[in-house]
Nanobody
């Protein structure tokens, strides 16, 4: 099990950029897939990006071409670079430790939801 802390959120004008960080205390995080999620009031939490342990990246259509997921395993940290932000990107953003690839079984690559970090985009 991995404990994660999200940071880097804030308020930004539409068209601006933010970089979110997801820091893990446990070194096993380097062996896991990483995911970023977001949630707005009245909506379910949705996955917007996934990074497999082999480097494969996946993005929701809503953020494709604008967001980039990455990691620094030496720092046990994952990142989400958000560019060309839109007002509809406003949400609380969460990260998670995931199985190395979709469909894999890896009980150690599990993280309870943290507090998330708020991103607010204004026009």
């Amino acid at each position: 099990q991995v404990q994660l802390v999200e940071s880097g959120g804030g308020s930004v004008q539409a068209g601006g950029s933010l970089k979110l960080s997801c820091a893990a205390r446990e070194s096993i995080f380097r062996n896991c897939g990483k995911g970023w999620y977001r949630q707005t009031p009245g909506k379910e939490r949705e996955q917007i990006s996934r990074l497999d342990s082999d480097g494969t990246t996946r993005y929701a259509d809503s953020v494709k071409g604008r967001f980039i997921i990455s990691q620094d395993n030496a720092k046990n940290t994952a990142y989400l670079q958000m560019n060309s932000l839109k007002t509809e990107d406003t949400a609380v953003y969460y990260c998670a430790a995931l199985a190395p690839a979709p469909g894999d079984f890896s009980p150690t690559c599990f993280s309870p939801w943290g507090q998330g970090t708020q991103v607010t985009v204004s026009s």
